[in-house]
């Protein structure tokens, strides 16, 4: 009512929804739609009811991660009906708007409130990078349950993810915790461990904003190429180093 009378704009929840978790970077290329995907892949494993919401506006790719094409209808109330595969249901900026189509923000609303998802137990929202219009209007019109923030360990990733987490304490989002990507690679053939964009970046980082720290995902030839089929690795090979990777950090903010 406060935020009603200073003219704010009011949270509201996302219909047909339990929960709602949004994975954010600073930086786009860190592997935050690979992190969204796989965990939303990952909770849909634990028999969990789980959808995926792409508002990564300028740059939209789960309907390639989930290797869909076809446009959504809507039902007779107008609302768009998500796409599935692998039993998680899918809703993207991709399906409605080309990239630089002048209605984005008319899309944002469309998805944030109009999308038939039915019964959900969990939506992930795969947010743009950086801290722009469109986090903001996420932050500001849904009730997020918290944020994972994901990184690459290096110092340039590292900045713009703390101005990430800065902007959503602002707004009120719990951050659940900080994910670094990319961190360790592991040689194929002699099994020599590098770390390429340096170590423990993240882990630091969590450390000095007083963030939980959820977990490290290798860089890996695996998770880039079956992402690329479109069928991501903890369906792909659910038993695999890497999906076990993201299965225990699904675990932690569940
Ligand atoms: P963002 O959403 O942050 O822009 P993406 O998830 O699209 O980043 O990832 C960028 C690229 O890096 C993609 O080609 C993806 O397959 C690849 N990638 C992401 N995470 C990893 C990883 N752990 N190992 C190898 N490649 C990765």
Known sequence: E?????????KRPIQGVEHVIAVASGKGG??????????ALAIASFRHRVGILDADIFGPSIPRLLNLKAEPQTNEKGELIPLVNFGVKAMSMGFIIGEDSPVVMKALQQLLHQVQWGGLDLLVIDMP???????LTISQQVVLDGVVIVSTPQDIALIDAR?????????????????QNMSIFVCPNCQHKVHIFGQNGVLKTSKEMGLDY????????D??????FGTPVVVTKPDSYNAQCYKEIAKKIM
Not at 2 to 10: E, F, Q, S, V, Y
Not at 129 to 135: I, L, N, S, V, Y
């Open 163 to 179: 101005k990430g987490a800065n902007m959503f304490t602002k707004v009120n989002v719990p951050i659940l915790g900080m994910v």
């Open 223 to 228: 998770i880039c190429e079956l992402s690329d």
């Open 2 to 10: 406060a935020r009603m009378r200073r003219g704010l704009p009011t």
């Open 30 to 39: 860190v592997g935050k739609s690979t992190l969204a995907i796989n965990l």
């Open 129 to 135: 990078p950086g801290t722009g219009d469109t986090q």
């Open 214 to 221: 959820l977990g490290d995902i290798p860089l890996d030839a």
